[in-house]
């Protein structure tokens, strides 16, 4: 199988807003990979599953959001119909499996979402042999494969922007700082993965339990840690919303400073906003999607609908914009899994992104630092996968 790719214009309807999302790539593909063949002259059935229904908090407000963002990306299109059918999963794994084969049987071609892991994995299951692929929002690897792809952020593709930037910036020894929770360990596997494929050393990594105790009583080891093997870099997992700020306070006050010890987080240290204004985060690194292409997709979805986007909204619009790509080159092998992987990736509205054939992703992410409790880019987001930042 080999691919020859080619630019496709996108034309949007209003492009003097969304001009960073008006051109795509798509590549033709010869080989047929899983998936079924389209008709690309008619409207293609496209199935949304959303958490409407399931009674939690948010979940309403992001089943809405998820639709929106898919019909502004519907609404940018021209020569490609999509025709999507929204089924709500009550944010129940059974229910998804359930309405991703109602879905199939009404005529879907392709199925977005579900938001959930353990959804997306039974949506997956339940249609694997109509032979229909899922590009899920989740951001857990541990469910990508076979027909399900995952659509959300992931740690390895943020730890390793990261670590080869670290890498770049002449840092050489990095202790790894991580909760012992599941989202922790997954984290923690992600930036040792990142750091044994680059330039920097592994030296340490020091695991804590997510309460103030724990985080307390870390701090000695870390900064034993960091004394020992001569660490120039500090990983962390913690979130703003967890045990970063504790982090940043009691580290430097235990001697580890951010005057010789740089350092770098796996989660957006932007969000909440108020986050910016802790003296620790001050001069931390962290990875976040090309600011202004985001900010972009924020007016135009305010300006639409009148409200603020969920934060994940923004996948629905990617897979809504990955599909219509690969249907406009007019292959009735459009939504196969080997078309769905091509290397020249997409233009979403935080960058660019690809699927990979394993079902996890890669997006071009930009650096950012905090100075003066602003966020300041200090290494853009790639515009191409053959440019720097990959």
Not at 212 to 233: M, R, T
């Amino acid at each position: 199988m080999f691919t020859v790719c080619k630019p496709v214009r996108k034309l949007a309807r209003t492009a003097a807003v969304l001009a960073t999302a008006a051109f795509l790539t798509a590549c033709e593909t010869t080989g047929i990979g899983g998936g079924p063949s389209i008709n690309t002259s008619e409207p293609v059935p496209v199935a949304l599953l959303v958490p409407a229904g399931s009674g939690q908090s948010g979940d309403a407000a992001l089943a809405r959001s998820l639709e929106n963002a898919a019909r502004l990306a519907m609404a940018d299109l021209q020569n490609v119909k999509i025709d999507l059918r929204v089924y709500d999963t009550r944010g129940s794994s059974t229910t998804a499996a359930e309405v991703a084969q109602r879905a199939v049987a009404d005529g879907a071609k392709i199925i977005l979402g579900p938001v959930y892991a353990q959804a997306a994995n039974s949506a997956g299951l339940a249609v694997l042999n109509n032979n229909v692929n899922v590009l899920s929002f989740s951001n857990n690897t541990s469910i990508a494969g076979g027909n399900v792809f995952v659509l959300g952020p992931t740690f390895d593709n943020t730890a390793n922007r990261l670590v080869g930037f670290a890498g770049s910036q002449g840092k050489n020894n990095m202790v790894i700082v991580h909760s012992n929770d599941a989202a922790g360990q997954l984290g923690q596997s992600a930036i040792a993965n990142a750091l044994a494929n680059s330039r920097v050393n592994n030296v340490g990594s020091i695991g804590y339990d997510r309460s103030q105790q724990g985080v307390i009583n870390a701090v000695p080891s870390v900064k034993a840690a960091a004394d020992a093997s001569g660490a120039d870099s500090l990983f962390l997992t913690a979130t703003t919303a967890g045990a970063l700020p504790l982090f940043t306070q009691l580290l430097p006050e235990a001697g580890v400073s951010t005057a010789n010890t740089q350092y770098i987080g796996l989660t957006r240290w932007d969000i909440p906003p108020q986050t910016l204004d802790l003296p620790g985060v001050q001069g931390g690194w962290f990875a976040l999607p090309d600011p202004s292409k985001a900010q972009a997709y924020r007016q135009r979805y305010n300006n639409t609908y009148g409200e603020a986007p969920h934060p994940i909204s923004g996948l629905a619009y990617d897979g809504i914009a990955a599909i219509a790509a690969l249907v406009s080159q007019g292959k009735s092998n459009a939504l196969t899994a080997s078309a769905l992987t091509q290397n020249a990736g997409f233009q979403g509205v935080g960058g660019i992104f690809r699927l990979r054939p394993n079902g996890t992703n890669e997006r071009g992410l930009a650096v950012a630092t905090i100075q003066n409790k602003q966020v300041v880019v200090i290494d853009p987001a790639p515009q191409s996968f053959t440019g720097a930042g990959f």
